[in-house]
């Protein structure tokens, strides 16, 4: 619908299903690229996912139970392996071949259990393009998962994050705050890599954000130089790094000091339909690893954050929907959101040439 | 769209419209198999039903009010009788011709209105396959009426039905609680009739459910025998009768004796559309016929057990029309549930042949 | 839908797009005839309306912000002005030429905010047929203007407003109170005009109803002579003059005497979709002006009045739309109707032949 390719997504890709913690002792529901998912884990710890629909009835596993044979369904008793496999039919002893439900590749790491919708053959570990190791190391990057259903096509959450212009306008009274100009007029460094783009944007000497001075404790008048950096990664992941140093401490050089303001972010955006998605997102906080009450706020501040970006992702799908056919005109700001449009563009066409 | 014909249901036959309770001074609006229906009950007792659309502008007639001479539509007046013949225009004499709005037959009989969709000349009492006497004996079979409207075709609450090992999985904590094993591992006699199928189902010496207990006053420890006796009567009825008495009683050979728990429940299954339907239901306390708490308790007790079926047909009904083009694997408990599909399925097929 | 013509509304004429007021400086989104405007008012004071969709990346201009420029775009900060043109991009000095957004002409007259949504070069003050003075007079008139969104085609609205006969029914215990029999036999003078129809009717003698007695203050027994005086203006404005006097003061000859109930009503009804539209009206006190009390509850009055018609206009809405291949019967009252359908079917021919 939001892309020049017919399809909106590539289907051989591996996409964020849930966070680990998620998928535990009861069955978890989720709708992935237009078809219904069940997910859960088994006594072992093994996550398995399985189509949403006693093979039966057609009744949904979700409404069952995690037992020691797999999922059972809770309307007749039927159970199901992580395979897909019927394993029980209650009062009968044979169970006929045809009795099964398709499963879902599964690949569970760094806080991530990564789903295949597309042809289980083809799936295979080194097809996963995004790495973020960060979600593995509590002790220095401490952080809380969160996920937002948000009903607009997945793209535009991307484009959303491959534009920053717009955190002066939609964020002006939280991250966007401070300093309007030097904001939209950063420096911008963009590269292609292999599976996405790259960018890096510089705010040299600039009002850190109010976010920012709550954050790190900036002190009145202090000025910073701030960066954003940012990395799509196809189909559907957003690897981000930002933060700010007092303005004369080199942070162009050494953006490992201590002190300031320093977060990474993980965004991992799943398609559930054409005009809805899952967003899964996690700050991870990298300035005051070991003070538990900072984490809990950063994550509140950016909860704040992408509250006002809903209103608009939604608002701008149900326009752009009903106005297919009118033209688009680029801005010099989507210097970052063409190639990435164009990355995704590319994977689909390939997949489907 | 859950029959192998394509028509959803038969036109030529009696649907329950409503309880003869609900028919009355007001005007009652059902949808039924598609329709828009409007039924009265005029001064002389006698209940009509007329399309729930005024010929003048298209009103819906339930806006309007029972009036002497007939249903007076709510906008300008315009009066119908039981016929759907317009009796009335306010400001002028002569009533045109093609005045009228169309009227269906209707069979008041058992406490059930019943309603006639399809061809009126083909019409007849004799038409009506269900007998359900006990609605008549307030004395010894008390019982209050109820009416859910549930988003689900009507044919998957006649499956429900049909196939009861669904009582220990949905039912676990109400009537389906105590011996999970016994209640799957019932013996099953299903004999096929003339206008349906017919199936009891014994299990002997069962620990009783704990809606039993909390009815019959079963003593801890306390082994049954219980029977559930079920009938389908196409289109749209459900006959049981079930029941339970201490084991060693010789339940088998006579259900009539006094004590234990045994009840009667009529359910009559009216579609509104393809994928929703009313279920109209009433227990009939045969156990404890004087005890005017009791019916109201039984009530409440059935009541609380199909709430628990309502979230399994409405997610049923969602997953079977998104995976139409999916097989189905039919099991051993399917024993009854599939005759009572090829019944109706005959129906629709002799009426459309 | 609802007309016999295929197209629903003319497009080459003036609708009322909002109350003058409405038009301030937060932008104010309107669906009209099935396109999404945006209206605001620049520092001069001047209204505008642009399409409510940024040529960038197609999100609402509703969510922006009123500038000296212009309307800013909320998400990247785009600017345009009233024509439509965009005059600033954040972080660009050159404006592509093919960066702008629909606009649509607009008169401002008489507490209306009027727009031309068809061709703009047919724009033309001289083709707004209706005209109400008594709005701009606030020391004679004193009046509040209020709106609703009604779930109905706007003609259903002025169908109603068309023929009166409705009123001893719908409203029966607001002004339609007191005499039934005397409403629907009132006199009848109905007049073709260029630009719609035009009728006046008569109630002679009769008992006035709770909201007339409410509001002039008629005593215990008193009979009037009622008026009702309605305008149809294509397309979609109608003008209401009622009142009454008390029997014996000679109101025909004379209906500007003083005493007695009198008031103007204003009625502008805009197609949002085929089946919803917006309602704009404002009763203006002409007995009592200088009493602010009286306004309000004249105003309250009405609004209760209203909301009885809501209910049926929206059933016969949906009933009309699920209906439209079943034939309709008109009768007497509908003798100004059928000319006011007429006039509008007669405007949509001429446009489109």
Not at 172 to 181: M, N, S
Not at 197 to 220: D, L, N, Q, S
Request: include cysteine.
């Amino acid at each position: 619908m939001f892309l020049s390719t017919e399809r909106q997504w590539p289907l051989n890709a591996w996409y964020q299903a849930a966070w680990s913690h998620e998928v535990a002792d009861a069955p978890l529901a989720r709708t992935l690229l237009n078809e219904e998912v069940v997910l859960f884990r088994d006594a072992e710890g093994k996550a398995s996912a399985l189509e949403d629909r006693c093979c039966h009835r057609a009744t949904p596993l979700r409404l069952g139970e995690v037992v020691a044979e797999g999922l059972r369904c809770g309307y007749h008793g039927l159970t199901f392996d992580g395979t897909g496999r019927c394993v029980a039919i209650p009062g009968q002893d044979t169970i006929p071949r045809n009795a099964k439900v398709r499963s879902y590749p599964i690949l569970e790491r760094q806080e991530i259990v990564w789903i295949w919708m597309g042809d289980p053959d083809l799936a295979s570990a080194d097809k996963l393009h995004v790495d973020f190791p960060w979600n593995d190391d509590h002790e220095n990057w401490p952080h809380i998962h969160d996920m937002y259903e948000i009903d607009c096509n997945f793209m535009l959450l991307v484009d959303n994050l491959m534009d920053l212009t717009h955190i002066p306008y939609i964020h002006r009274k939280t991250i966007g705050g401070g300093d309007q100009r030097g904001q939209v007029d950063a420096t911008m460094d963009v590269t292609e890599t292999e599976t996405g783009v790259h960018y890096i944007r510089w705010m040299e000497g600039i009002v850190p954000p109010p976010t920012y001075v709550k954050g790190a404790g900036f002190t009145e008048g202090t000025l910073v130089d701030r960066w954003q950096e940012f990395e799509y990664v196809v189909p559907s992941s957003v690897v981000q790094w930002t933060g700010a140093l007092e303005a004369g401490r080199g942070a162009r050089a050494d953006r490992e000091q201590d002190g300031g303001f320093n977060l990474r972010l993980y965004h991992g955006i799943t398609p559930k339909t054409e005009s809805t998605c899952y967003y899964f997102w996690t700050p991870l906080n990298g300035y005051k690893p070991k003070d538990e009450a900072a984490t809990r706020i950063l994550h509140e501040e950016i909860a704040v954050t992408f509250d006002e970006d809903l209103e608009f992702l939604e608002s701008q799908q149900a326009c752009m929907a009903q106005t297919l056919d009118r033209p688009l005109v680029n801005v010099k700001h989507d210097v970052a959101r063409v190639p990435a449009r164009r990355a995704i563009e590319r994977m689909i066409r390939a997949e489907t040439a």
